[in-house]
């Protein structure tokens, strides 16, 4: 793995953990619009692209209802999603010793960007990045390409793609990384189904976030951010 200058990272499922708060306000919108509900399975296979494609191959979703399930799912997520979801453990340090080390850090997600520029405020991760890329709004419903957004980032930051590494919990993440001629990393803590990293092409794979701090920064930052994770842990258990 090369030693970057920038790394782009997604947000749900690589950064910030839903925990559950995505699918039960999915599950609240098609409650709502008497759809019945495909099961978690399913609608945990909708975490990652832009909900439109996602909520177009539930049964009972159409062109007439969607708009009005999305608005729903959104009001939902802004009244509580955002705040039940936590950074996976090790991010905050992560994110840290990229910017320490000169690493310009930037989110590149599926979710519209004031929507994902928010979630990032709740959680406190804001002040630990250099820029937040996402869609400009829901998506037109044909595309879960994320190609657009890594090429907004690179060219918005005048970056070398050669220095960059995308990473990614997705096939989405991955397929975009490809396309921009971006390294690629898959993390082993989101939603992606078996082997689909693998069967997209990831450069590396990374089980847990000292891991993949490894892979970005040396193999002296796997101890280094153990012993600060397990410091922010003891801190917090005292506190």
Request: aromatic fraction near 2%; include cysteine; glycine fraction near 14%.
């Amino acid at each position: 793995m090369i030693a970057p200058s920038a790394v782009l990272l997604d947000l749900d499922g690589t950064l910030v953990d839903p925990a559950g708060a995505i699918t039960s306000g999915i599950r609240h919108a098609l409650g709502k619009a008497q759809i019945p509900d495909p099961g978690e399975e399913k609608l945990l296979s909708l975490i990652g692209p832009p909900l439109t494609i996602g909520l177009a191959t539930i049964d009972g979703v159409n062109g007439e209802n969607i708009d009005e399930l999305i608005a729903t799912y959104r009001a939902q997520y802004a009244r509580s999603g955002m705040a039940e979801s936590r950074p996976y453990p090790g991010v905050v340090e992560l994110l840290g010793a990229l910017r320490a080390a000169g690493v310009k850090v930037l989110v590149a997600t599926a979710k519209p960007t004031p929507i994902a520029t928010t979630l990032l405020e709740v959680q406190g991760l804001d002040g630990l990045l250099d820029g937040v890329f996402g869609n400009e709004g829901e998506g037109d419903g044909r595309s879960s390409s994320k190609s657009h957004i890594l090429a907004a980032a690179i060219r918005e930051h005048g970056l070398d793609p050669a220095r960059c590494v995308m990473v990614g919990d997705r096939r989405y993440d991955i397929e975009a990384a490809h396309e921009n001629q971006v390294a690629s990393i898959g993390v082993g803590w989101g939603f992606a189904e078996d082997g689909e990293l693998a069967a997209a092409g990831a450069g590396a794979h990374a089980t847990d976030v000292p891991e993949l701090a490894g892979m970005l920064l040396g193999v002296a930052a796997v101890d280094s951010l153990r012993q600060s994770m397990q410091g922010t842990t003891t801190t917090g258990a005292n506190a």
